[in-house]
């Protein structure tokens, strides 16, 4: 018998198309056999530099006509969900960028879908990825650093004025969020990852600089299951950029900064007095890969092809988008405390993010 081959389409050629169309050449059974955009020239030059047979300019024509058994989707997340809904319908599965959608609801449709079809929904949070990552993972849920008590979770990015300056950046209606859902969940998600389910969220929105509607600096504690309390901070006026997480435990601080992706030299433990003689016992693995699209989507070929559960790197779709959604239903109740339980039923953040600003700006 021979092993099959994943049959992939993809759907928008903006920049992260590339990462996927290369993740894809570097998986051994895999192929890219189809490419869509709305510009159809944008397509047919995409298929030209990766060699790819057949290129369109309408979804539904490429999942007619090719029958992919993955449609990886690089749109603007205001279509990710019929974009889904479309590929889940043709039978395929479904490797979608983040954010996975502009709204809870919408997230919802897209996994019932998956679930009424068969497929696997995956969602691109490469920050996951990679042997420190997944190492400090390992750590924390064995117990070896003792029990997280504290965290500080850093976006501080920077986007200029003509960053907002595209017509749908900025506004609730087209981009869903400001640098909370735009920016910040990447860093969310890797905490979340680490930590697990949350439990509480108190958030707010400011606007101190750019011309903006939604935020361009939010705010943030959340309290996670296990107790650890984490402080979120979210930029896009930030020049010196880093992305950072620390998490301090009962026997080490754990560090990881970088700004777009991290490999070993970007970790860090440090063992809290009387616990230096454990420490070796925490190093790195020797063998190191870096977080990226490659391990990711490697990863969630590996389990299609045998049938296995989505990995760790690709699973809870929810989860980091519900803290990010809690921040915001938290801002527009002037900081209230949102729970998992409020937000199951929320009546307006479900829907949307769409949340006061409080506006800074001289």
Not at 167 to 195: C, F, S, Y
Not at 324 to 347: N, Q, R, W
Request: glycine share 8%; hydrophobic share 45%; proline share 6%.
């Amino acid at each position: 018998m021979t092993t099959p081959t994943l049959r992939c389409a993809l759907v928008g050629t903006g920049a992260v198309a590339n990462l996927h169309a290369r993740a894809v050449a570097a998986h051994p059974l895999a192929e890219l056999v189809a490419v869509a955009d709305i510009r159809l020239d944008a397509a047919e030059a995409f298929a030209a530099q990766y060699g790819v047979a057949a290129a369109y300019g309408d979804l539904d024509e490429m999942l007619a006509a090719q029958h992919p058994d993955v449609v990886l989707i690089c749109t603007p997340p205001g279509v990710h969900r019929e974009q889904a809904l479309a590929a889940f319908a043709a039978g395929a599965h479904v490797v979608v960028e983040k954010p996975p959608a502009p709204s809870l609801d919408e997230l919802d449709e897209m996994r019932a879908a998956a679930d009424r079809a068969g497929r696997r929904l995956a969602v691109v949070f490469q920050q996951r990825t990679g042997t420190g990552a997944a190492h400090v993972r390992a750590l924390l849920r064995s117990g070896a650093l003792g029990r997280p008590l504290v965290a500080v979770c850093q976006t501080l990015w920077f986007r200029g004025a003509d960053y907002f300056a595209v017509p749908w950046r900025g506004e609730w209606a087209t981009e869903g969020g400001g640098t909370t859902l735009g920016h910040g969940i990447h860093q969310i998600d890797l905490l979340a990852h680490l930590l697990g389910d949350w439990s509480a969220v108190q958030g707010r929105l400011w606007r101190l600089d750019r011309e903006t509607e939604t935020e361009d600096v939010s705010t943030a504690t959340v309290l996670f299951e296990g107790g650890v309390v984490a402080q979120l901070v979210t930029s896009a006026v930030s020049p010196r950029e880093t992305s950072s997480i620390r998490i301090d435990t009962q026997k080490a601080t754990i560090s990881v900064d970088h700004l777009y992706g991290h490999g070993h030299e970007n970790w860090r433990i440090t063992p809290a007095p009387g616990f230096e003689d454990e420490a070796a016992g925490w190093a790195f693995p020797d063998a190191e890969e870096r977080s990226d699209h490659a391990p990711l989507l490697r990863d969630v070929f590996d389990a299609l092809l045998d049938d296995a559960p989505l990995p760790a790197t690709a699973d809870a779709p929810a989860r980091s988008l519900e803290i990010v959604a809690a921040v915001y239903a938290s801002a527009a109740a002037d900081g209230a405390v949102v729970t998992p339980e409020i937000l199951a039923a929320h009546p307006t953040h479900r829907a949307g993010f769409a949340s006061p600003v409080t506006d800074l700006r001289a």
